[in-house]
C-alpha cells in the first residue's frame, strides 16, 4: 500500500493565534505566533515554539521569560500588520500603544485579547529552523469572554484575500505575501512574518 503524503493535511490541525511579548532590555517587542500549547497540567507546562530568525526568539532566548497574549476574535488587521508584518530588530512595535505590564516586567496587550499568561523558560529545544521553549507559569489572568481568535478564523475573516487570479506561485496562509515563482525551497522563510514552507499555498 502506498502511503499518503498530502501536506495540506497539516492545515487541519486547530491553531490559536498569540502575540508573544519580550524586552530586550532596551525596548518592548511582539511578534505574531501560532504555536502555544499547553504541555502539561502537574505541573503546568506551556511550550512556545518560534521560528529561529525571529527577533522576539533571540530576545526570549537571551531573557528567559515571555508573555503569551491569546488574540481574540476582536483583533483586527491592524493587529497583524504590526506584530506579524515587520520585525522589532528595526521597529518599536509599541510605538503607538500604551500597554499594559505584568508582575514580571513585560507588556500584554490593552486590548484585542482574551487572556494573557506570564511565562518562565525552563528549557530548550532545537528544531532546526525553530526552537522551542518549555516554560512554567509565572502569571495569568482572564481579560475578556471573546472568543480566541484561531488560525482558521483569521484566514476567513480578517486576512484580507489575495487575488489569485491575478498571481502566481504561493501565498502566505498567515498573513498574505505572495511569492510569485513555480518553485518555492524547502528552507523558505516568509520575509513579513517568518513562517516556514508549511504555511505556503500553492496559487491555482
Known sequence: MNKKNDMSALFNIGYGLYVITSNDGTKDNGMIANTVCQLTS????IGVTLNKGSYTHDVVRNTGKMNVNCLSTEATFKVFEVFGFRSGRDVNKFEDCQPNRSANGL???PKY???FMSLEVIDYIDLGTHGMFICSLD???VLSDKET???TYYHKNVKPKPKAEEKKGWVCTVCGYIHDEEELPDDFVCPLCNHGREAFEKLT
Do not use: Q
Not at 42 to 45: D, F, G, H, I, Q
Open 42 to 45: 502537574t505541573p503546568v507546562r
Open 107 to 109: 507588556v500584554y496587550l
Open 113 to 115: 485579547i482574551n487572556a
Open 139 to 141: 502569571e495569568c489572568d
Open 149 to 151: 481568535m484561531t488560525y
